[in-house]
């Protein structure tokens, strides 16, 4: 049973340009979730999201970020313009359905260091 | 900020000593857990401890946690080099997300 799987591991991008960060879930999870962590520091929540729904969005920056899940596919993280400060690892974690953080913790994948350059 | 805060913020021991990080929260919780990130990978989760518990343990940890003091503590047993990582806490909030601690950055020497 495969874990969360990212990708890419690293993303380099220009100043200006889009990141598009992957995430699919263990198998059997329908609960997905973002979380940025910037050097030296722990993670900050971003989105949380169901099959096709944003559950969550209060942690995402009102601009240039968006993301999705969609019926099939892995979820999306979506960055446009990336700028300097978006340079940070983007983690994704996964949850079954019908489990909350009451009694489980996430499963964590790799996740994805983007560096804007 | 809901934040918790972590200390210390590193620790260097020798390999057999014990570790103890500790963690301070802001609210009250429902849980709290503690999760190891080794360097450029990915969290993993540790050991959860709910608020009616005081101590938990698995393999060479032990989690107390105190709600009155909102504090916990994360302690090492008998360490080797593979525990070198950095540890967090986390707090559940609004049922959906986890606040996360800054960090105890682990380096245990052979």
């Known amino acids: 049973n495969a874990g969360v799987m990212q990708n890419p591991r690293h993303l380099v991008r220009r100043r200006g340009q889009e990141a598009r960060l992957r995430c699919s879930p263990m198998k059997g999870h329908s609960h997905v979730y973002w979380y940025r962590q910037l050097p030296e520091e722990g993670l900050k929540f971003m989105v949380y999201l169901q099959k096709e729904n944003i559950i969550d969005e209060s942690g995402m920056p009102k601009e240039r970020f968006s993301a999705e899940f969609p019926k099939e596919g892995p979820s999306i993280l979506r960055i446009q313009q990336v700028v300097r400060g978006d340079s940070a690892a983007y983690f994704c974690a996964s949850s079954p359905p019908g489990t909350g953080l009451a009694n489980y913790g996430y499963t964590f994948g790799s996740g994805t260091r983007l560096t804007v350059v | 900020s809901q934040q918790g805060e972590e200390d210390p913020q590193a620790l260097s021991i020798q390999e057999g000593e014990n570790a103890t990080m500790n963690c301070s929260y802001k609210?009250?919780?429902?849980?709290l857990q503690w999760y190891r990130q080794n360097s450029g990978r990915g969290l993993v989760h540790l050991i959860l401890?709910?608020?009616?518990?005081r101590e938990k343990h698995s393999g060479r940890l032990r989690v107390t946690l105190d709600t009155s003091k909102k504090s916990s503590s994360l302690l090492i047993t008998a360490s080797r080099a593979a525990d070198t990582a950095s540890y967090f806490c986390a707090t559940p909030y609004n049922t959906d997300k986890l606040i996360f601690g800054t960090g105890t950055r682990l380096q245990v020497f052979p």
């Open positions: 609210t009250s919780i429902n849980n």
């Open positions: 401890i709910r608020s009616n518990e």
